[in-house]
């Protein structure tokens, strides 16, 4: 999986509890992204980062906040969690634009 | 929103045959178009992928085939193998700013042997 390692790699958590997920490379790229992965609707974007500290919005945001405060590590954060949000998270990275994207092995998050 | 729709949602094939996946995008700033291919409990890994200025490109068993002013793309494999049993997304993204992938809603490939 291309030096990516995603963790933990199954979480059971409660309705209004925080979860934070960590996504963790060795191949110094420097795009980070976090999708989820719904039947039904593929993978969607939640958040990116570009760099240290620069981070953007996806497609679906709401809910989920992010922080890359080294190059290689990027937090996603659900701050209060919900059923709706119980998905398979996957980060990814690429070093340049337009050119490969390297998913990490996903974590499975179950929101009760 | 979704701005690009892939069908099949699911496709039997059998072995030696050819599969066939289609995706179709609205937004005429996409340039750039990838096929991801996902084993079951592993992230996607990129298969293949095309940009606009050419109607078609072939990698082993896999080709894209471009139509650019229908706004399409599709991925066919050739013989058909049981190990090609995967789920395939298409793609696509803009080349300005970082590589927001717009993604298909999958393909369930199931190749019989």
């Known amino acids: 999986d291309a030096g990516i390692t995603q963790s933990p790699r199954h979480k059971v958590t409660e309705t209004g509890t925080p979860v934070t997920l960590r996504c963790h490379q060795t191949e110094n790229h420097r795009y980070m992204y976090w999708y989820r992965q719904d039947p039904g609707h593929g993978l969607r974007l939640i958040h990116y980062?570009?760099?240290?500290?620069?981070?953007d919005k996806g497609e679906v945001s709401d809910g989920y906040s992010v922080s890359r405060s080294k190059t290689e590590d990027f937090l996603l954060t659900l701050e209060s969690a919900t059923s709706s949000q119980t998905s398979v998270y996957f980060c990814a990275i690429s070093e340049r634009q337009q050119e490969t994207q390297y998913f990490g092995p996903g974590t499975r998050l179950l929101v009760l | 929103q979704q701005q690009v729709k892939q069908s099949p949602q699911s496709l039997i094939v059998q072995k030696g045959g050819i599969s066939i996946i289609n995706c179709a995008y609205e937004n005429t700033a996409f340039d750039y178009f990838p096929w991801y291919q996902q084993f079951p409990g592993k992230g996607p890994a990129l298969l293949i992928a095309i940009r606009p200025d050419v109607s078609e490109k072939k990698e082993g068993r896999f080709t894209i085939s471009f139509n650019k002013s229908a706004k399409q793309f599709s991925l066919h494999i050739m013989d058909s193998q049981p190990g090609d049993s995967a789920t395939y997304f298409c793609a696509a993204s803009m080349r300005q700013g970082a590589q927001k992938l717009v993604f298909g809603q999958g393909t369930r490939l199931t190749i019989n042997p």
């Open positions: 980062s570009y760099g240290v500290k620069d981070t």
